[in-house]
């Protein structure tokens, strides 16, 4: 610097030109290493979400392109969002044969519990999963399949067996199980499932109507 | 400062972890298990040692009325990096880690290094500090991690696929099933506790220490501490 101290504006014009070039390389660093790893990621997840959907259709084959094939369906009420919940279409030639739904059961003991529900056309259950929860740990948490295999008890059940007024846990006096020291979890799973199996009943054409007929 | 030195301060003397506690959230937040905490002190590592050597690079030539500000964008681009690197080639391990990855931004000890250390140091000692500091870190995370693990889920390195691939959910070492762990271990008063404890066994063995030898050569514990 010179004999005479910098004038105070020019100072902070300064100041300011060396961080807003800072931004911009910066800013043009993460975009260079966003662009490098779009793909990468974009498959990552593509792979992630099929492979939580083969676990939900227990092995179930299929030969469409089950996240292209989708239809957005709304009811807050049975499917618990007050969102569109996506519905995925499994088909084996043009045949569908399964519906893939995901309802969330909004009385969990804390909060929301994301759920994906795997139909068949019948309206048999062929899987359920819970993508998502914030249960406490070592009480509701065994609703994963980490933790038992509670979860699996939804399979080949239909809203013929047990009849609707009995999907409850047996202290509700229906057929499923509550687990010790927890019940509002299970509780909340039971009738999310049986929603989403009444919501299919409701519009079973629409969720199986063949994709061509599809609005674009 | 010597090698010796920086890395003396990082792993023992300083350590972020059992005597700055800086970055207390991630630390008690994410070790339920080995391999997060080993997850997550790494992606601290390597965005440490990065940060460090850039600071050292351009802090010197800053105004100082920026120069704060100009390391938080330095981090919150490498951090942001990192994060796009992880969801790209560990998706699992992205998974597990979620918020807490992001929130390296909001380590205090990435901040504290680069202000209290790298702008001052040229970008060698910057470098070997960053390393010595995030190893630190990464130590106590994944003995943290490990200890809960094992209490909380009577395993070790059970989810260690996520870091290094591999099938399956079933790696790791089994010392009894998961429905008989200590559930206090996985939960947040557990970490606290444990950490705790943890802390006390240092101070036990650094009174040890200073009580074996005489006073002259122990000079008194040259702690910085910073709020976390």
């Given at each position: 610097m010179g004999a005479a101290p910098e004038p105070a504006f020019r100072r902070s014009g300064r100041a300011a030109l060396v961080l807003l070039f800072c931004a911009v390389l910066a800013f043009g660093a993460v975009s260079l290493v966003h662009e490098a790893t779009r793909d990468e990621v974009a498959a990552a997840r593509r792979a992630r979400e099929l492979a939580r959907f083969d676990e939900v259709l227990r092995g179930l084959r299929y030969d469409n392109d089950l996240l292209a094939d989708t239809i957005l369906v709304h009811d807050a009420e049975l499917l618990g969002s007050n969102g569109p919940v996506t519905a995925y279409r499994a088909r084996l030639g043009q045949e569908p044969v399964a519906v893939i739904l995901a309802p969330?059961?909004?009385?969990?003991y804390s909060g929301p519990i994301e759920l994906l529900v795997a139909i068949a056309p019948?309206?048999?259950?062929l899987g359920v999963r819970v993508t998502a929860h914030r249960e406490t740990?070592?009480?509701?948490?065994?609703?994963e399949t980490r933790r038992s295999a509670w979860i699996e008890s939804f399979a080949g059940r239909w809203l013929g067996s047990p009849p609707l007024p009995r999907w409850k846990v047996r202290k509700d006096g229906g057929d499923f199980d509550q687990f010790t020291g927890a019940t509002v979890t299970p509780r909340a799973i039971v009738s999310a499932v049986a929603n989403a199996l009444v919501y299919f009943e409701r519009h079973r054409d629409e969720l199986l109507a063949p994709a061509s007929t599809m609005p674009p | 400062m010597t090698p010796s030195e920086i890395f003396r301060a990082g792993l023992r003397d300083q350590n972020p972890g059992l005597v700055q506690l800086l970055g207390l959230c991630p630390l008690l937040a994410v070790t339920t298990s080995l391999g997060s905490g080993l997850g997550l002190g790494l992606a601290t590592l390597a965005v440490l040692a990065a940060s460090n050597v850039l600071v050292s690079l351009v802090g010197r030539a800053l105004p100082a009325e920026i120069r704060i500000a100009v390391f938080v964008l330095l981090i919150a681009a490498l951090v942001t990096s990192v994060e796009l690197a992880l969801a790209a080639w560990l998706p699992g391990l992205h998974a597990a880690l979620g918020i807490f990855l992001p929130l390296i931004v909001t380590n205090c000890l990435v901040l504290a290094r680069a202000e209290a250390f790298a702008s001052r140091q040229p970008a060698g000692a910057a470098l070997l500090d960053g390393v010595a500091m995030g190893s630190g870190f990464l130590l106590v995370l994944v003995a943290l991690g490990s200890i809960r693990e094992v209490l909380g889920r009577g395993s070790l390195g059970g989810d260690l696929h996520l870091l290094f691939g591999g099938h399956g959910a079933h790696g790791g070492i089994h010392l009894?099933?998961?429905?008989?762990?200590?559930?206090l271990a996985l939960l947040p008063p557990g970490a606290f506790i444990l950490l705790g404890l943890m802390l006390a066994v240092r101070q036990a063995v650094r009174a040890r220490a200073t009580a074996a030898t005489p006073q002259a050569a122990m000079p008194p514990e040259p702690v910085g501490r910073v709020r976390a």
């Open positions: 969330v059961a909004r009385n969990g019948d309206g048999k259950l740990p070592g009480l509701g948490d065994e609703i | 009894f099933g998961e429905q008989h762990g200590f559930l």
